[in-house]
C-alpha cells in the first residue's frame, strides 16, 4: 500500500503517510497543522494499538504556526503517549540558519522563535536530523540532492531550503525571540504575519479559456516570508509513485530543485501537494510547466487568507501538462468550493475532488 491521508489543519498541512505491507504499514506525519489539528492528530495516535504507535519518520517543514502548531499540542507540550516513538524528526532549528548541526544535552536552551524554541527543547531529547548527522535538511545548489531511505525502499530527496533561504531567516528568528523574552510571552504562540494579501471573498468571473488564461497570467509578485523560504520541500517515490510535498517553499526554489532530480525533462508526478495551500505568490506558471501532474493536492479550509487563490488553480488548469487533472482539497470551504461548478469543469477540463471536515481526504496511491 501507498497511502496519503491530508488531515483536516484548519489553514495548515497535516499529512499522514503509510506505505508497505497493509497489515501493519510503515507510516510518516508532515506537520500537523495548528495547534487545535494538533490535538485531532494526538487522538488519531492514540486510537491506534500501543504497539502501532511507531513513526519511521516526523518532518516539520518551517515554524509557521499552522504547521508547528500541532506538534507542540500533540507532543512536545503534551504527555508522553505510551508506545510512541519517533525514529527521526527533520526540523531545522536556529542551530541549523547558519549550517550548524545540531549539539544535544539536557543544560543547552536553544534560540528561535517562541514555537521553534519549544519544539527545539523537545527535540533535544528525541532523535533530531539523524539522517543528517545533526545537519541541515537543505538542498545545496551544484552539490548532488541529499536523498534518504526509508524502509521497505521509500526514496526521500530533499528539494529545499536552500542554504541561502535558512540565512535569510535568521535576523526575523532573532527578533521574534527578542519581541517573545519582552513580553513575557514565550509560552504563547508568536506567527510572523509575513507579506501575504486577503484573498478574494468573491469567485471569479470565468465564462471563456481566455478569462482562464487572463486570471492566471495575473501578476501578483512572490512569497517574501522568511520563514516560508525555509521550508523544507520533498520528493517521495515509492515503487513507480511520485509525490512532492512542498510545505510553504517558494515557487522558484521549487522549479530549481525539481529541475535538479530531472534535468532532461519535466518530471512526472502522481501528486503535487501545492506550496503555502495554494497561494498565488507560491505557486506560478513555471512551477506548474516544471512537471506532469495528475493530481494537485490542497490543504486549507480558507481560514485567514481565504486560500486557495484563484489565480493559483487558473495556472494549473491554462498551464497543466496533462489532460483532465485532479484538483483535490482536504477539507470544503467556501473558497474551493468554487472548483467544482460543472460548467467550469466541463469549459476547462478537469475534475475535483473532496474531503470532509472530520477526516480529510486519503488518497490510494
Same mark, same amino acid.
Given at each position: ?5 491530508? +488531515?483536516?489543519?484548519?489553514? #495548515? ?27 485531532? @492528530?494526538?487522538?488519531?495516535?492514540? =486510537? ?15 515554524? $509557521? ?16 503517549? !505510551? ?29 528561535? &522563535? ?24 537543505? *538542498?545545496? !545548489? ?9 524502509? $521497505? ?9 536552500? &542554504?541561502?533561504?535558512?540565512?535569510? %531567516?535568521? $535576523? ?31 469567485? !471569479? @468571473?470565468?465564462?471563456?479559456? /481566455? ?9 501578483? #509578485?512572490? =512569497? ?10 520533498? +520528493? ?15 515557487? $522558484? ?33 513555471? +512551477?506548474?510547466?516544471? @512537471?506532469?501532474?495528475? *493530481? ?11 486560500? &486557495? ?10 498551464? *497543466? ?11 470544503? /470551504?467556501? %473558497? ?30
Amino acid at each position: 500500500m501507498f497511502e496519503l491521508s491530508a +488531515l483536516p489543519a484548519r489553514q #495548515g498541512d497535516a499529512i499522514w503517510i503509510r506505505w508497505g505491507a497493509a497489515a501493519n504499514p510503515h507510516q510518516m506525519i508532515i506537520d500537523m497543522g495548528t495547534g487545535g489539528s494538533g490535538k485531532k @492528530v494526538r487522538q488519531r495516535i492514540l =486510537d491506534l494499538p500501543e504497539n502501532r504507535r511507531i513513526f519511521d519518520l516526523i518532518v516539520v517543514t518551517h515554524v $509557521d504556526e499552522d504547521h508547528i502548531g500541532g506538534l507542540l499540542t500533540c507532543l512536545a507540550e503534551a504527555d508522553p503517549i !505510551p508506545g510512541f516513538k519517533a525514529k527521526d524528526v527533520w526540523f531545522n532549528g536556529f542551530e541549523h540558519l547558519s549550517g550548524q548541526s545540531i549539539t544535544t544535552g539536557p543544560n543547552l536552551e536553544p534560540l528561535g &522563535p517562541a514555537q521553534g524554541e519549544k519544539l527545539s527543547n523537545w527535540l533535544r531529547t528525541q532523535a533530531w536530523n539523524k539522517a543528517f548527522a545533526g545537519a541541515p535538511v537543505r *538542498r545545496v !545548489p551544484g552539490e548532488a540532492v541529499k536523498t534518504v531511505r526509508l524502509h $521497505d525502499n521509500l526514496k526521500l530527496s530533499v528539494l529545499g531550503p536552500t &542554504p541561502e533561504r535558512l540565512e535569510a %531567516f535568521i $535576523d526575523t528568528w532573532k527578533e521574534e525571540v527578542r519581541i517573545a523574552i519582552e513580553n513575557g510571552r514565550l509560552d504563547e504562540a508568536i506567527v510572523s504575519p509575513g507579506l501575504e494579501v486577503l484573498g478574494s471573498e468573491e469567485p !471569479p @468571473v470565468l465564462e471563456n479559456a /481566455s478569462d482562464l488564461e487572463d486570471l492566471a497570467t495575473e501578476s501578483d #509578485g512572490k =512569497d517574501g516570508s522568511a520563514a516560508n523560504g525555509s521550508s523544507i520541500a520533498l +520528493l517521495l517515490e515509492y515503487e513507480d509513485r511520485k509525490l512532492i510535498l512542498a510545505g510553504d517553499a517558494f515557487s $522558484d526554489d521549487l522549479v530549481e530543485g525539481i529541475k535538479a532530480v530531472s534535468p532532461d525533462e519535466r518530471l512526472h508526478l502522481d501528486l503535487f501537494k501545492l506550496p503555502h495551500h495554494g497561494s498565488k505568490k507560491n505557486v506560478h506558471i513555471e +512551477l506548474v510547466e516544471s @512537471v506532469d501532474c495528475d *493530481r494537485w493536492l490542497i490543504s486549507t479550509d480558507g481560514t485567514r487568507f481565504k486560500h &486557495p487563490d484563484a489565480e493559483a488553480v487558473a495556472r494549473i488548469l491554462a498551464f *497543466r501538462t496533462v489532460a483532465d487533472p485532479l484538483l483535490s482539497f482536504n477539507t470544503p /470551504s467556501k %473558497f474551493n468550493g468554487w472548483w467544482k461548478k460543472q460548467e467550469w469543469i466541463d469549459m476547462f477540463g478537469y475534475e475535483v475532488e473532496y474531503g470532509s471536515a472530520e477526516d480529510g481526504l486519503t488518497i490510494e496511491l
